[in-house]
């Protein structure tokens, strides 16, 4: 009998592996690090795929006509449909994977962390990536760096490794 696959998990890239945060920042995480040699990571970084520099202009999450937009408020770019046709994709061709961990308040993988700006104030909400990955994967893990450091790396693992315990 053969021994279990590395489980696959789609990780956002500012999380240790490169320095491509709007600011050119990367983001250390114990817990991400403590997996590298236990899962197999699949990075994205949906700002830096879609063509956006780095460092680049920042982008928000804005309530337009009761839709959320992406808005680059400084360049005025709507980077809406760009992100949305660039994460459908990814999650269509990324094959079989057993788990998420995204940043937080990121416009495009924060979940439940991200601001939402209504011109009244903030609400919060998931960004455009972190919204597609839970509609297409509702029964997967799903986490945030937070998440994972609070649950630690060992729990993180039983959750991918045992199918349906969700």
Same mark, same amino acid.
């Given at each position: 009998? #053969?021994s279990?696959?590395?489980?696959? @998990?789609?990780v /956002? ?19 991400? &690090?403590e997996? %590298?040699d ?7 970084? +949906?700002?830096?795929?879609?063509g956006? #520099? @780095?460092? %680049? ?11 959320v937009? @992406? ?7 709507d980077? =809406?449909d760009?992100? =949305?046709?660039? /994460?459908?994709?990814?999650?269509? %061709? ?5 788990g998420?961990?995204l940043? /937080?308040?990121? +416009?495009?993988?924060? %979940?439940?962390? =991200? ?19 839970e509609?297409?994967?509702?029964d997967?893990?799903? !986490?945030d760096?937070?998440? !994972?450091?609070e649950m630690?790396?060992?729990a993180?693992l039983?959750?991918? &490794?045992t +199918?349906g !315990?969700?």
């Open positions: 009998m #053969g279990r696959p590395k489980p696959r @998990v789609v /956002s890239r500012c999380l240790g592996f490169e320095a491509c945060r709007w600011d050119a920042e990367i983001i250390r995480s114990d817990a991400v &690090n997996l %590298r236990r899962v197999e990571f699949v990075t994205v970084c +949906p700002e830096q795929d879609i956006l #520099g @780095v460092p %680049r202009k920042p982008i928000d999450l804005v309530l337009v006509g009761g839709k937009r @992406v808005i680059q408020k400084e360049t005025g770019r980077l =809406t760009d992100l =949305t046709g660039f /994460s459908e994709a990814f999650l269509e %061709r990324v094959g079989a994977v057993d998420f961990i940043k /937080s308040r990121s +416009p495009s993988c924060g %979940r439940g962390t =991200t601001w939402i700006h209504d011109g009244s104030g903030v609400n919060i909400g998931s960004g455009v990536f972190a919204s597609c990955v509609n297409r994967y509702p997967h893990v799903i !986490l760096e937070g998440e !994972l450091e630690g790396s060992e993180f039983r959750l991918v &490794n +199918p !315990l969700l």
